[in-house]
């Protein structure tokens, strides 16, 4: 059988999440912990960095992937099948759980994140966010779980004048929106969580992650800068679909990562927290452009192009987005990554 080995940038990652920030790694020693839509970008890294703390530390963490393809996670992970310490649990989170593990932490991240199913499954996108959260909020309460962190998103603040924006600057989302399938469930979500805190005393802490990229992003899902990455992968010129000058503000995942772990350990329960890198704020042409120029040998251009009439696509209406992190910072995280080095890593993960 073919060796297959981590990916030495994701390694790298892992080497930094673990050791770079002084989390409290020795409170998962024996622990069994729950990751719901493990096969995803950003849950894959939290599975990673728990098997990453077994090789490392010994910490015999018990791992449980919860994933709707048990395929696309022998593909994720085909480094650590046979393991003992990861077992995979196939189910849809939004249907009953159909499993008796008591974990002793949660971390919820199952969820239709790309803008392209938000038009075509609306029902499933909010399912995962609502039926799902409430589920396992319950399974934590009849755990006694240490800890149960919910991925929400930096689109529940919607439409805001107040950028960079704090975790109390809410804007105005439209609930007749088809499009705002994602937010408003979410949103949901994240009160489901504050309310199984208050009642229940459930340990609950929110992360609400804003634009993400790394090794293992999916370069298909429609997102416009997976789409950048995908073109300079195959030499083709740098595509814009519009005219390049919303502001995004992007944030490597092993940064984030690191964000969310700081916030399970260490946030207060009942809080939201943006994790965020308001320092890679740039529009989406100064992105195409800065993405061209990493390459020069491939002497790529960036070509404007029209949306194709595409009813699957719900273009967000937001023209800036950055996240304020004083709030998270004073757990202890800060993003160490530039846009420049972090895409330069993304893309290199992929030769």
């Known amino acids: 059988m073919e060796n297959i080995v981590r990916n030495a940038i994701v390694a790298s990652d892992l080497l930094a999440i673990t050791t770079q920030y002084a989390l409290p790694w020795h409170r998962l020693k024996g622990q069994k912990v729950l990751i719901t839509g493990a096969s995803g970008f950003l849950a894959a890294y939290m599975v990673e960095t728990l098997l990453f703390l077994n090789e490392t530390q010994g910490l015999e963490i018990q791992i449980f992937a919860l994933v709707r393809s048990r395929q696309r996670f022998e593909r994720r992970f085909a480094h650590a099948m046979g393991r003992a310490d990861l077992i995979c649990i196939e189910q849809d989170v939004s249907e009953p759980l159909a499993f008796d593990v008591r974990p002793d932490y949660i971390v919820h991240a199952a969820s239709q994140a790309s803008p392209k199913y938000y038009s075509t499954d609306p029902i499933g996108t909010l399912s995962a966010n609502t039926l799902g959260t409430a589920a396992l909020l319950k399974r934590a309460a009849e755990s006694g779980s240490k800890g149960f962190l919910f991925f929400s998103s930096g689109e529940v603040y919607g439409q805001t004048d107040s950028v960079p924006t704090s975790e109390r600057d809410f804007g105005f989302v439209d609930p007749t929106s088809v499009r705002a399938c994602y937010a408003e469930s979410k949103r949901m979500g994240e009160n489901m969580c504050i309310s199984w805190q208050h009642q229940a005393g459930v340990p609950a802490t929110i992360v609400r992650p804003f634009h993400t990229y790394g090794p293992h992003m999916l370069l298909n899902d429609g997102r416009v ?114 846009v420049r080095e972090g895409f330069k890593k993304t893309i290199e993960s992929y030769t």
Request: net charge neutral.
């Open 225 to 338: 800068y997976a789409d950048f990455v995908a073109n300079i992968l195959n030499n083709q010129p740098i595509t814009m679909k519009g005219d390049g000058t919303a502001r995004r503000a992007f944030c490597y995942a092993a940064d984030a990562v690191a964000g969310f772990w700081t916030v399970l350990f260490n946030g207060a329960h009942g809080e939201a927290y943006n994790v965020g890198n308001p320092e890679g704020e740039i529009s989406i042409r100064e992105l195409a452009e800065m993405l061209a120029g990493l390459y020069p040998e491939k002497k790529l251009s960036v070509l404007f192009a029209a949306r194709e009439n595409d009813s699957t696509y719900l273009v967000s209406p937001i023209v800036r987005n950055c996240p304020d992190i004083a709030k998270v910072k004073k757990l202890g995280w800060l993003p160490r990554t530039s």
